[in-house]
């Protein structure tokens, strides 16, 4: 059992930055992968950015060079810096990790850029 804990949403104007993290608990080492996925209002989730153990990323086309995850493994914490936010970026932010038997997910968090 792995669970995930978000912090750091909130409300930001346009242009502005904010950090998320994700706090992981319980069988971490049995983490393959962890990530961000975003669900804005009426829309499809949309994977954000994605970082595998070995350190390999992945970001959605609309967030490079905008957004960057990384990985305190001694704290078993997730991170995400979002800067140059967008109104387009408004949304509820998800952590998931992924192991061998599932997937788990983290509650959400609201995002929200004012324009």
């Known amino acids: 059992q792995v669970q995930l804990v978000e912090s750091g949403g909130g409300l930001v104007q346009a242009g502005g930055s904010l950090r998320l993290s994700c706090a992981a608990s319980?069988?971490?080492?049995?983490?393959?992968?962890m990530g961000w996925y975003r669900q804005a209002l009426g829309k499809q989730r949309e994977l954000v950015a994605r970082i595998w153990s070995g350190g390999v990323i992945y970001y959605g086309d609309s967030v490079k060079g905008r957004f960057t995850i990384s990985r305190d493994n001694a704290e078993n914490t997730m991170y995400l810096q979002m800067t140059m936010l967008k109104p387009e970026d408004t949304a509820v932010y998800y952590c998931?990790?992924?192991?061998?038997?599932?997937?788990?997910w983290g509650q959400g968090t609201q995002v929200t850029v004012s324009s």
């Open positions: 998931y990790a992924d192991t061998v038997v599932r997937q788990y």
């Open positions: 319980g069988s971490t080492s049995s983490i393959n992968h």
